[in-house]
């Protein structure tokens, strides 16, 4: 799971509600729950979606934004990753948009035609922008990606979204959504032992327990 960011509380909270105590110490990679055989780690998000296609950890819970980056970020580098969507989440919900300065004119995506666009997620990016016919030129900023158009970096952004209200303070209107997210919990593909994937189908039917609760 993340370590800290928009994911952690709620990913810390799921696990809790399922009934696992987890003994978590701020600055470890690593935590244990006390009352099953489940070992925690904490890391970057970015990462989770590698550490799962690998097979280094059995589960992730991920927002679909940066776990779909990755897999066509992986498939643009000739690999093909496997791994399972175990369930959507109902939490994490975010959109990712473009969005242009204020005073630029925008009557549809043709108006990006030949634009640099700064963005975190160029794949994502690409796919949308390459289904309509529209070239563009990206530019790859892992963060504070919605100042770049006012330090001339760039003519739009390509950014992550939830109530707008940072693309208000930078000058910025959204124009166009070109993905909804959610977080979600995957499993690798490798094939785990029967005691292992048992455990995991236990836990699956408390998530649906704890969501189904919460609608
Ligand atoms: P890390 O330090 O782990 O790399 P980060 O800064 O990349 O963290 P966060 O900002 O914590 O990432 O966001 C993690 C995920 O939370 C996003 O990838 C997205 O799926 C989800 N999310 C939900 N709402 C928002 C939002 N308003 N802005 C950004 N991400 C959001
Ligand atoms: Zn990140």
């Known amino acids: 799971m993340q370590k800290s960011g928009r994911l952690s509380t709620d990913s810390q909270k799921l696990l809790e ?44 819970i991920i927002g679909e934004n940066v776990l779909e980056e990755e897999l066509l970020n992986r498939r643009a580098q000739g690999e093909d990753p496997r791994y399972f969507i175990l369930r959507r989440l109902d939490f994490g919900a975010c959109r990712l948009s473009l969005a242009l300065p204020l005073d630029e004119p925008f009557t549809g995506p043709q108006c990006l035609q030949g634009k640099r ?54 000058g910025l209107r959204e124009v166009e959504v070109i993905y909804r ?24 039917i408390r998530i649906q327990g704890v969501i189904q609760a919460r609608e």
Do not use: W
């Open 117 to 170: 666009i700064a963005t975190s997620y160029p794949h994502l990016l690409k796919q949308y922008l390459d289904k309509l016919g529209i070239n563009f030129k990206s530019c790859l900023l892992n963060g504070s990606v919605e100042v770049a158009p006012r330090a001339g970096l760039a003519d739009a952004i390509c950014d992550l979204v939830s109530t707008g209200a940072t693309l208000e303070a930078n």
């Open 17 to 60: 509600h399922c009934g696992i105590k987890i003994n978590l110490q701020q600055q470890r990679l690593l935590a244990f729950a006390e009352n099953m055989p489940i070992d925690i780690m904490r890391v970057r998000d970015d990462d989770i979606p590698g550490l799962v296609m690998d097979g280094v950890v059995d589960l992730g």
């Open 181 to 204: 997210s959610k977080a979600c919990l995957i499993q690798s593909d490798v094939e785990l032992p029967p005691a292992k994937q048992a455990l995991i189908d236990k836990l699956m």
